[in-house]
């Protein structure tokens, strides 16, 4: 198992930028493909963006596509997102998830963390 910590979340005009981090416990967390998913008041959680273990490879959605960037250390067991050029329709609840495998569906991952509030202003 692992257990995910979000930190990062904060207030920020349009146009700002935030660091988002997820940190891991566990000696297993470069075995596992991280992701990030967000859930905006009265909508669905949806997908952000994903990381393969080796961090090589990501997959973002496409709104957040030249503006957000998803990284890894496996060193210090570490998940970040990256986002730039923040829009008011970005905010919501951003949460890291654990899975095995490379994929944006939600239900393949079984490891979440409690996440934390982005809230971008106009």
């Known amino acids: 198992q692992v257990q995910l910590v979000e930190s990062g979340g904060g207030l920020v005009q349009a146009g700002g930028s935030l660091r988002l981090s997820c940190a891991a416990s566990g000696r297993t967390f470069s075995s596992y493909v991280m992701g990030w998913f967000r859930q905006a008041p009265g909508k669905e959680r949806e997908f952000v963006a994903i990381?393969?273990?080796?961090?090589?490879?990501?997959l973002y959605k496409d709104s957040v596509k030249g503006r957000f960037t998803i990284s890894r250390d496996n060193a210090k067991n570490t998940l970040y997102l990256q986002m730039n050029t923040l829009k008011p329709e970005d905010t919501a609840v951003y949460t890291c998830?654990?899975?095995?495998?490379?994929?944006?569906?939600?239900?393949?991952?079984?490891?979440w963390g409690q996440g934390t509030q982005v809230t971008v202003s106009s």
């Open positions: 990381i393969s273990r080796s961090g090589l490879t990501t």
């Open positions: 998830a654990a899975g095995p495998l490379f994929i944006s569906t939600q239900d393949k991952y079984p490891y």
